[in-house]
Structure formats: C-alpha cells, structure tokens
C-alpha cells in the first residue's frame, strides 16, 4: 500500500496535551492553547490538559493517566538543554518504539525558521503502549511547525501501529 493510500484512513482520535513549564501556568500557556486548537482544528478532541514543573516526576505522573485514557499526547517544553530541561529524559526512555524521524524533519523545518539553533532542539517522538507520544519545544512557533508535522502524519502513524 502506498503512503498515498495510507493517508487516506482517517481518525478521529483523542489527544492529550501536556505543557512543562515553571513559568507558565494554564491562564499563561500559549504553546498549550495552540496545540489543542490544532488537535480540534484537525479533526481530533483534546481528552486531557495540564501544566506540570520541569520536574521528572511530576512529568512521569501526569503523561502515566494520559496514556491510558488518550490515543497520544504531545508534550512541549522542556526539550532543550538547559539543566531543568528534563522531559526528554522523562520520557524518551520509555518509549517502546522511537520514531527519531519526527525530531529529524522538526530540525530539518526549524532550521529554515531559526537556523543552527535548531540543533539544541531535542524533539522526538515515540510509541508507548500502543499510544502515540511527541515531545517538542514549548515555544508558540515550534508548537505551530511541530503540529504541522504532527497533524500531516497522526492518522497516518495510527494506522500503522494498529493495523492487523
């Protein structure tokens, strides 16, 4: 089956949204507020919501309900590299399945964007449990470039990961 073909199933899946932040709350979280406008806009339901600190346990106990009530979650902020930047090792290591692509063509995309600076970007993407999981930057321009992404492929990625 071709890519063309694969895109064609559609879903209308239910989508968590987590925001790292220690500055921002859920009245401030722009970045939040895109990407659950995107998830409806494509067609999908925001299942869940949240804030959290840059703290691994409080990012580990808020994606841990989200994976068993959502189809995916995305998570954005604290991707880079600064020393509370930590949802990459929160996460990352759980993945069942890596998909390093998303985090190759976010750079890829960012780069006409922000140029070399991209390289501190530590976005990526992966399944567990069956559930699809993004983690990408906490900026609004990075959420809008990775929704793009995201949303082109969701239905697609779905497909894939469930089908017989």
């Not at 559609?10 to 995107?38: F, H, P, W």
């Not at 999908?44 to 068993?68: N, R």
């Not at 998909?99 to 964007?113: A, H, I, Q, T, W």
């Not at 930057?137 to 809008?144: D, I, L, Q």
Request: with cysteine.
């Amino acid at each position: 089956m071709s890519v063309k073909e694969h895109k064609k199933h559609r879903y209308s899946l239910k989508i968590g949204v987590i925001t790292v932040s220690s500055t921002r709350d859920v009245n401030s979280d722009e970045s939040g507020k895109i990407i659950m406008k995107k998830v409806e806009e494509n067609g999908h339901q925001v299942c869940d919501y949240t804030v959290v600190k840059d703290s691994k346990l409080d990012i580990l106990e808020s994606i841990f309900p989200m994976l068993k009530k959502c189809d995916a979650v995305i998570v954005n902020g604290g991707t880079g590299i600064s020393p509370y930047d930590v949802t990459y090792e929160s996460i990352a290591p759980i993945f069942d399945k890596r998909l390093d692509g998303f985090g190759e063509l976010f750079r890829m995309v960012s780069y006409k964007e922000i140029g070399t600076a991209t390289m501190l970007s530590r976005a990526t993407a992966g399944i567990i449990g069956g559930k699809i999981v993004f983690l990408v930057p906490g900026s609004p321009n990075a959420v809008k470039t990775a929704s793009q992404i995201i949303f082109s492929e969701m239905n697609h990625i779905w497909y894939e990961i469930h089908k017989e």
